[in-house]
């Protein structure tokens, strides 16, 4: 058996330097181009990847981590968990992702602590396990061919079957698994790196013997490649002496967010990562090196401590950002440079003292009027009828709308110019929401990029890149900023196109904020301030921009947390300490609002059902909250809710117009669990990724259905 090479990484972006990936993807839907097109596309991004990393030096080349939309969802197919229904659709594969025009998508959610999506395996017990291993074979046949060696990545069993809980099948699944490794021994493959992040949360005795039981069993087989299980996002905790116990040959151990094992190795190679993949700060080689010293293993070899996936590709691409910040940063090329450097020092001896942290003072709670008081004050200034419909905020960014972004950014078009196109669209999409009978209008957000990027661009202590692009699913990209010193807002954001929007009509328009956690959870954050401290910075900006926004006659205004579950440290015994200062910092962010101000949250994909306590506790009058994408499993938790709440009734990710009688249903469910005088109509999310003719049509059926059902309501 080979040994396993001395540097590697736990994958790599997918999407493309230039976002390739995602421009084939959108032709392939719309209908521009074949299949065969998208295939010669992301053929070309593997090659382009696999020469790279090794002309970077690389020596363990990862394959499979390629995906043309979720890894997860990758792994499904490859186990043959593709659900009946699918199976007739011209291609299944996109259908179980983006849904079809009379098929429901499967669901999607947020991929542990990232802002990465996935989506989650439907597993039922009379489903049929059975292998398709064409996709992980192709790619070592097609790398093969180039001259390069490669290692397949998948998705390991236990971590699948809790996805998708469905732990109890873990037999059915094994058998795919071991006969998944006997293909790929008679290709001559020499390791294979099975992912089990999951194993780095709390497990149940139950949930480790499984862990057990998988592989020692995967690990008897006679024929078989090494096998590496691969951990990351945080410590392995008890699940790392169950895994030491079974035959793998080598452990991936994340040293940026757990600590050094104090278990002893021997025997194993352990895959250390110790150059983070999470963030773009360039390594300390000193604290690296100290790591990679005490890890007591028969072999150690350096790597990425997760996938590359969750950064940009390159920051030498960059050539608008202050050079004193460049120079402290790494993207994913630089991340292997930093791990092949790694590979080739000497290892020092006991690691030095890390950097000083300093310390988060306590928590201040603040609030506003009792909600009770809030209700009869803004049921009186804002008259809204039963079952109130609104949208999340955004409306289609046009193709029209970044050509002028990107006109006013070459100098060919004035900033003048620029607001004139703005104000046109927002009052083209008041008129379209006042046409189809909404109650609660927004502005659209044209003049917005991305809603944390946006708010980064006014507020000091960000950067923002020209090319940092990270997907977030299938073809969804995003830039995160790089918040690198203290937030301030030197001068109101958004106050000009609300007070714009409300000029123009006499229904009530929602004022657009991002909250202050999730500004923070989807940028790149400076590492030398708690948490916390960073996050209570930026609901002190947001709480001017609430003032503000009140001040210029906006009667509701939404701050958005999308990402309060996202954050949710994986750990139990981390939680109730993360809830508390996050729900104290959106309370400082929205204390500034009166009484007939109506204070909205929102959020989506990302299992809120599990800290439905929590949002309560945001003390917002409404949240709204994707559930339609999630067949309104959040509607069994929602009944000691307090204020006003709005499931999603239009699942947004999907390009299908649901029909009124399925929205009615949806709507009727809600009914069921909540009273009449709390639920607000609305959209899983907001519709920036849709068309026109898509939004129209699906909010057109929302609101005939929301109507037939105040019909019924009136006495």
Sequence with gaps: MSSFPTSTVLGYPRIGPRRELKRALESYWDGRSSRADLDRAGAELRERTWRRLAELGLEGLPSNTFSLYDQVLDTAVLLGAIPSRYRDADDPYFAMARGTEGLAPLRMTKW????????????????????????PLAEVREARALGFETRPVVVGPVTFLLLGSALERLDDVLACYEELLAALAAEGVAWVQLDEPALVGDRTPEELA?????????????????????????????????????????????????????????????????????????????????????????????????????????VEAETGLDPALKERLAFAEQKVAEVVALAAAEFPGPAPAGPSVALAGPVVAEGRSPYAVRAAAQAEHLRLPALPITTIGSFPQTGELRAARAAVTAGTLSPAGYERRVEAEIERVVRLQERLGLDVLVHGEPERNDMVQYFAEHLDGFAVTANGWVQSYGSRCTRPPILHGDVSRPAPITV?????????????????????????????????????????????????????????????????????????????????????????????????????????????????????????????????????????????????????????????????VPGAQEVEELLRRTLRALPVERVWVNPDCGLKTRTYEQVEASLANVVAATRRLRAELQP
């Excluded at 002496?241 to 994340?254: F, K, M, S």
């Excluded at 909205?600 to 994707?626: F, G, M, P």
Aim: charged share 25%; net charge negative.
């Design 496 to 656: 000009r196109w609300a007070a714009y929007a409300q000029s123009l009509t006499d229904r009530p328009v929602k004022g657009m904020l991002t909250g202050p956690v999730t500004i923070v959870a989807w940028s790149f954050v400076r590492d030398d301030l708690p948490l916390r401290d960073v996050v209570f910075q930026v609901a002190g900006a947001v709480r001017d921009e609430v003032r503000d926004l009140e001040a210029a006659g906006v009667s509701i205004i939404q701050v958005d947390e999308p990402a309060l579950r996202e954050l949710l440290p994986l750990r139990r015994a981390a939680q109730a300490d993360y809830l508390e200062w996050a729900v104290a910092a959106y309370r400082r962010a929205t204390s500034g609002a009166g009484d007939r101000t109506q204070i909205h949250t929102h959020l989506c994909y990302s299992d809120a059902d599990q800290i439905l306590t929590a949002i309560d506790d945001l003390d917002a009058d409404v949240t709204t909250i994707e559930s339609a994408r999630s067949g309104a499993r959040i509607l069994g938790a929602v009944e000691a809710f307090g204020r006003g709440l709005g499931p999603g009734v239009y699942d947004i990710h999907s390009p299908r």
């Design 112 to 135: 542990f602590d990232t802002n990465y999506h996935y989506i989650v395996p439907e597993i039922g017990p009379d489903t049929v396990f059975k292998l398709d291993a064409g996709k």
């Design 210 to 314: 499984a862990v057990r039981t998988a592989y020692e069993r995967l690990g008897a087989l006679r024929a078989r490649p090494a096998l590496f299980v691969a951990s990351y996002f945080g410590d392995l905790g008890e699940s790392l002496p169950v895994l030491a116990g079974t035959p793998v040959e080598a452990i991936g151990i994340d040293l940026v967010r757990g600590g050094v094992p104090a278990v002893d190795l021997t025997g194993k190679t352990v895959v250390a990562g110790v150059v983070s993949g999470r963030d773009v700060w360039r390594t300390s080689p000193e604290r690296a090196l100290a790591a990679l010293a005490s890890v007591r293993a028969s072999r150690v070899t350096v790597s990425t401590s997760c996938s590359l996936l969750h950064v940009p590709y390159d």
